[in-house]
RNA sequence: CGGAGAGUAGUGUAGCGGCAGCACGAGUCCUUCGGGAGGAUUUAGCCCGGGUUCGAAUCCCGGCUCUCCGACCA
């Protein structure tokens, strides 16, 4: 991509209505604008990372059996009046010209249920995986911190549908490490602990996946025996001491909760009337699970969390780009060298951005630069060209090297 | 929803009852080119509605919006 023609703008400082460390670099970095509280664009640079996220996800997601299919985000009353949750406060409902209620989709049990009980009858076609990559809205009483709490987000949520309580639990157990993988692929491994949470009205606990980081809103206990961590509401119950082995040498830390997975038990099946035949031919209910990942928030996490005072330092995995490629000096000899270089990057198959912007000073391009966070750049100047070089440098370290123009390709294909 | 703060040009800010200014950005021209470079020139603004006043960006009232704390949070 060559940067004359992104839809890109670098803001110098951060934009007062913003406080939060992932808004404001997001915000000047054009990754994501703010239409309002809450609601939040994805620019060309801010959607790239995101694709790189889903596809993280949707690969995990098909590896535990998961079918990708994409429901309505406009749901009728009925199917929320069955299930008693019609009048949840998250709801945003909304009413048509013919007075007809309409509720925008925060959560999709009552509509994935009737569905899938629409394909099942007996324990044959049981277990079934699907899921969804879908914006949610929720009327949260206060949007905050950036894109970490949206009221319009986008998220991945997954239903399982089981014969018994055992399939449930085994499967939950898949999704789980499936979450790990997730997490650990976006650049987040050593931050993200699995937390016990509060179950809602479906079960006692659920499970957590929190990233830690000074800026998350959540407070949870870390316990340093067991590798458990436990959410504020759980531990306040338990007397505050860990759930598993009552030790009280508990840490206390901030954090961000990138997913959340429930067993939901019968709660809906039995809402929507969801049995289904088992091999004596007997009437049994539907076991349900759902497994929730907010896309944007993790795309906050990653960036409030890998950043320096200079910028965004994208993890290799969900970078907008790999190579950021930027030619200083407007002489037609470093120009020359540099469109060659971008050519062969893309030849080779490798995700660069090309700063071609013509009259931009050197010191602006390598400001922005950092702030872009875009893992690897490659200068290319008249000093580098004397070496027949380029300058490699990784962002977040400070070692610069030259590599020869002939061997980029071999360097390339090693990192 | 309770509490606190804030709305001035695209962005960030000054002005605090008497001509709305600065920096960056953007446009044109020229010179530059290794950490937001220089010169010339142009462009663009007081959130909305009332009120007080000879006069309001400024004071008062109402509204809207944003941020933060709390409450809430599948």
Redesign the pocket.
């Known amino acids: 991509m060559k940067q004359s023609q992104l839809l890109f703008?670098?803001?110098?400082?951060?934009?007062?209505?913003?406080?939060?460390v992932n808004?404001k670099l997001l915000v000047?970095a054009a990754f994501v604008d703010?239409l309002?509280?809450?609601v939040y664009s994805y620019l060309p640079l801010g959607f790239l990372v995101l694709k790189k996220i889903e596809n993280i996800i949707r690969e995990e997601m098909v590896k535990v059996g998961g079918q990708e299919l994409l429901l309505p985000a406009l749901h009728p009353k009925e199917n929320w009046a069955k299930t008693g949750r019609w009048q949840t406060?998250?709801m945003f409902k909304l009413k048509s010209r013919g007075g007809k209620d309409y509720g925008l989709g925060?959560?999709h049990?009552e509509i994935i249920t009737p569905l899938v009980k629409k394909f099942v009858s007996s324990h044959k076609d049981l277990p079934l995986f699907v899921f969804q990559i879908q914006n949610k809205f929720?009327d949260?009483?206060?949007?905050?911190?950036?894109i970490l709490?949206g009221i319009e987000f986008i998220m991945k949520d997954l239903y399982s549908f089981h014969k018994d309580e055992k399939d449930l639990s085994d499967y939950y157990e898949k999704v789980k490490s499936a979450y790990f993988k997730i997490f650990a692929r976006c650049g987040l491994k050593k931050e993200t602990f699995l937390t016990l949470a509060?179950?809602?009205?479906?079960s006692k606990y659920?499970h957590e996946f929190q990233a830690v980081t000074p800026y998350g809103?959540?407070l949870i206990y870390l316990c340093r025996n067991c590798s458990l961590a436990i959410n504020k509401e759980i531990i306040e119950g338990e007397g505050n001491a860990c759930f598993k082995c009552k030790s009280k040498n508990l840490e206390q830390k901030k954090a961000i909760e990138l997913g959340?997975i429930?067993k939901?038990n019968d709660?809906?099946s039995k809402a929507f009337d969801f049995y289904f035949k088992d091999v004596k031919g007997q009437k049994k209910i539907v076991f349900m699970g759902?497994y929730?990942i907010g896309l944007g928030r993790l795309m906050g996490a990653i960036a409030e969390i890998n950043n320096d005072k200079?910028g965004i330092i994208w993890p290799k995995e969900v970078a907008p780009f790999l190579v950021h490629l930027i030619p200083?000096?407007?002489s037609k000899k470093v120009i020359k060298a540099a469109d060659n270089l971008y050519d062969d990057l893309q030849n080779q198959g490798i995700e660069v951005l090309y700063d071609d912007r013509?009259?931009?000073?050197?010191?602006?391009k390598?400001?922005?630069?950092?702030?872009l966070g875009i893992p690897y750049r490659m200068?290319?100047?008249?000093?580098?060209l004397k070496q027949n070089s380029i300058?490699f440098?990784e962002r977040g370290t400070e070692k610069?090297r030259l590599i020869k123009i002939s061997n980029v390709k071999v360097q390339m294909s090693k990192l």
């Open positions: 703008k670098a803001q110098r400082e951060a934009p007062k209505d913003e406080k939060s808004a000047r703010k309002m509280a809450g406060e998250e925060w959560t049990e929720r949260e009483l206060r949007a905050k911190s950036g709490r509060g179950g809602g009205t479906f659920s809103e959540d959340n429930f939901l709660r809906f759902c929730g200079n200083i000096e407007a013509y009259g931009k000073g050197a010191g602006e390598l400001v922005e630069a950092d702030l200068v290319v100047s008249e000093k580098t300058e440098k610069m």
